[in-house]
């Protein structure tokens, strides 16, 4: 069981940057992948960016070379940090925690935060 708590979302003009944060209650050092997804008003839940135990990235097409995801797991604490952003990036963002070692495979999720991006 993991509890995730995302934080630094808000209001961004396009070509700004912002840099969430998702906190961990418990270690995330055995968690198999931890990712970012993000869903639009209107749209399906995608995924944005997952890094994975061995340090190994996904990124989405539309936000590569302007997304970097990092994990810090001495502090239990995965970062997204957003730059060059876009209104198209507008979107509430998940944090997700996805067990994948054994069963039973169990994924947890954050209550979301809030990205808009201004034009």
């Known amino acids: 069981q993991v509890q995730l708590v995302e934080s630094g979302g808000g209001l961004v003009q396009a070509g700004g940057s912002l840099r969430l944060s998702c906190a961990a209650s418990r270690s995330i050092f055995s968690i198999s992948a931890m990712g970012w997804y993000r869903q639009a008003p209107g749209k399906q839940r995608e995924l944005v960016a997952r890094?994975?135990?061995?340090?190994?990235?996904n990124y989405a097409d539309s936000v590569k070379g302007r997304f970097t995801i990092s994990r810090d797991n001495a502090k239990n604490t995965v970062y997204l940090q957003m730059n060059s952003l876009k209104p198209e990036d507008t979107a509430v963002y998940y944090c997700?925690?996805?067990?994948?070692?054994?069963?039973?495979?169990?994924?947890?999720w954050g209550q979301g935060t809030q990205v808009t991006v201004s034009s």
């Open positions: 997700n925690a996805a067990e994948r070692t054994r069963p039973p495979f169990i994924d947890y």
């Open positions: 890094i994975w135990s061995g340090g190994s990235t």
